[in-house]
């Protein structure tokens, strides 16, 4: 291995756009674009932003790049070769032409010589000439999910399985993964697709398509059994048996729009409409109806995959289980099977489960085939990949911080009337933003709360502990920021998981979002055997668990209405200064948890830098935000 072998995985879906950097087998940086554009899942953007910024880190920039490697097959997307796909399509009991165009626009989008002109454009973006232009692998899309699940798990041999919306044609897939080496023993192709049947619920519910799926999943829980839409969904969802006798099931396409969707494109079949009625128009107050169909949904989801990992448990006698796929982001899927399963001794999510992870798995596949056949190269011993920042380029941030032009976009100015001399009605203040010296004239309030109000604690740990035993909300922004889709102690927002008050005010004043979304607890390792049932590693809060009495006792506020949570069990080595910090916490208070839930606002991503956090920090209702070595409270 050359000391220049750097490694290029990109994702160029339309959603969650992102580059993974490797140095041979080993993961150095992942980021997804959505952190520098403010976009949410990055829709139908190009990862300029994230390629140059890992570009820049490397000594010679391209010229140290071995490969780009992105995870779809070559061949499937050749338009030479259309017609295997197409016969997938003509399958479809209810051939329709929304389907079709959708399919025929993937061939074209995914064309490889379309593929390779849009990475030409990118580099063209950031100054990077044709004639350094790195060689392009392609992997098959399955294989690099099911290979990033099985090579970051602890297991030497697992079951790696697969389920999303779709890949080439492959909706879901089963290997059996031994070292390095995979091999596929099953696989379900289109119309047969667990995500994009439940895409088509979340957005009958009244929820956006791409983030609004775990809106549906926090939703269930407060619906109720109800045997009319039961038996309806049962009828959507079939359960079978294969020719050999084992588990399988099917998806009746009627009733799922197959096709690309941005927020003003709820698309959902006439099928499904006349089946369940119109459509929700609220996710505020949804009526009793709509939770007991995302009851119901989530419910079969959750016994259907069940179901369908514990036959291949038992048809292999694998044991030991990696997933990954989008639908494995569903975390009370994943508690589900891990509860329910007799037969499973251990479990692995793989922490960046959709595509915005797919540049790791076909870095690793190169990997396999041109670096290390060694599978404990590839460990991914945590998600603390993306950026970070020095108490120096901190300060700078600090120094030249201004608000943003389009704050008056964000929800709420309570947060910035409070803290500043600024006049208290919401039009006087949105009149200001709009007028450039009124801009200037709040910016220079910022900038003298700033210089006033920043100081750096002795034992920064110990302060913020206590901030938060006091019912303080605490923006937490140190050290680099996590991939994929959950905070986990560097872009954090923490309050204390003994007050129910904390539920309420981070939803209301701090999230903008609705009051009946849960919040997840970080919690001690060595403490998890206390506060949780049947517990195993969780280091990612992408697993639920059944809480104990003692959990509902101690910390309430972290306990959602199923009596169920998703925690991240910590350990000092995978983040030493969160660790202390909870470690603190727990000195004070006696309890090992926070809560925790990401840095942003409803509608917006992660931030990712210290004007990120500072804006919101402005046009919310944290009450501290600690970055780096510096504080600031209102």
């Not at 017609?83 to 165009?101: C, F, T």
């Not at 890949?167 to 995500?195: F, R």
Request: aromatic share 10%.
């Amino acid at each position: 291995m050359t000391k220049s072998n750097y490694l290029i995985g990109l994702n160029l879906g339309h959603v969650d756009p992102s580059v993974t950097l490797f140095k041979g087998s080993k993961v150095l940086m992942h980021l997804e674009e959505e952190r520098f554009t403010r976009k949410k899942k990055g829709l139908n953007q190009n990862p300029v932003n994230s390629l140059k910024y890992c570009l820049d880190m490397l000594p010679n920039g391209i010229s140290d790049i071995t490969a780009i490697n992105l995870g779809f097959d070559h061949d499937m997307f050749t338009l030479e070769v259309p017609a295997l796909y197409i016969q997938e399509w003509q399958r479809y009991p209810n051939k329709n032409s929304e389907a079709g165009d959708y399919e025929l626009k993937r061939l074209k989008d995914k064309n490889p010589r379309n593929i390779i002109l849009r990475i030409h454009k990118i580099l063209k973006e950031i100054g990077i000439s044709d004639d350094l232009f790195p060689k392009i692998n392609w992997y098959n899309h399955h294989y690099c999910h099911a290979l990033s699940a099985h090579l970051s798990s602890p297991f030497e041999n697992s079951l790696s399985i697969v389920v999303d919306s779709n890949s080439e044609l492959d909706t879901c897939s089963v290997w059996v993964a031994d070292g390095c080496k995979l091999n596929k023993i099953y696989s379900k192709t289109l119309p047969h697709s667990l995500g994009w049947l439940y895409r088509s619920f979340t957005l009958f519910c009244g929820f956006d398509a791409y983030e609004g799926e775990g809106m549906l999943m926090g939703l269930a829980p407060y619906g109720k059994p109800n045997k009319l839409i039961a038996e309806k969904i049962e009828k959507i969802l079939q359960w079978k048996k294969d020719d050999d006798g084992f588990f399988d099931f099917s998806v009746d396409p009627e009733y799922v729009y197959i096709g690309e969707r941005d927020k003003s494109n709820k698309s959902i079949t006439k099928k499904l409409i006349d089946t369940f009625g119109e459509a929700a128009d609220s996710v505020e107050t949804p009526s009793q109806y709509y939770k007991d169909i995302a009851y119901e949904i989530q419910d079969r989801l959750e016994k259907t995959l069940a179901k369908f990992v514990e036959r291949f448990v038992k048809q292999t006698g694998i044991k030991k289980v990696s997933l990954s796929g989008g639908v494995f982001l569903n975390c009370k899927v994943n508690g589900f099977i891990w509860k329910e399963s007799s037969e499973i001794e251990d479990i692995y999510i793989v922490p960046i489960a959709s595509d915005d992870g797919i540049g790791i798995g076909a870095n690793m596949a190169y990997g396999v085939e041109n670096i290390s056949k060694n599978r404990s190269d590839y460990s991914l011993p945590n998600v603390y990949l993306g950026n970070e920042y020095s108490d120096e380029e901190i300060n700078n941030e600090i120094d030249n911080f201004s608000i943003r032009n389009n704050f008056g976009n964000i929800q709420q100015y309570a947060s910035l009337i409070k803290s500043l001399d600024l006049p208290q009605s919401k039009e006087e203040l949105k009149s200001l933003l709009a007028d450039r010296n009124g801009y200037k004239l709040i910016n220079a309030a910022v900038s003298r709360f700033l210089k006033e109000k920043i100081f750096c604690p002795e034992d920064l740990t110990v302060y913020i502990a206590k901030c938060i035993c006091e019912g303080k909300v605490v923006g937490w922004f140190q050290g680099r920021m996590e991939a994929g889709p959950r905070a986990l102690g560097s872009r954090s927002i923490l309050a204390d998981p003994r007050r129910m008050s904390s539920l309420d005010n981070i939803n209301r004043k701090v999230k903008f979002r609705q009051p009946w979304r849960p919040f997840c607890p970080s919690v001690l390792n060595e403490d998890s055997e206390k506060y949780f049932k049947k517990v195993t590693q969780s280091p990612y809060m992408i697993n639920t668990f059944d809480v104990t009495e003692i959990a509902e006792k101690e910390a309430p506020a972290i306990v959602h209405v199923d009596k169920t949570a998703r925690p991240q069990f910590l350990t000092k080595e995978a983040n030493p200064l969160y660790y202390q910090l909870l470690y603190d916490f727990k000195k004070i208070s006696g309890v090992p948890i926070l809560m925790n839930t990401s840095m942003n606002i409803k509608g917006e991503p992660i931030c990712r830098s210290p004007e990120d956090a500072l804006n919101l920090f402005f046009a919310t209702d944290i009450d501290v935000l600690s970055i780096g070595k510096f504080v600031f409270k209102k």
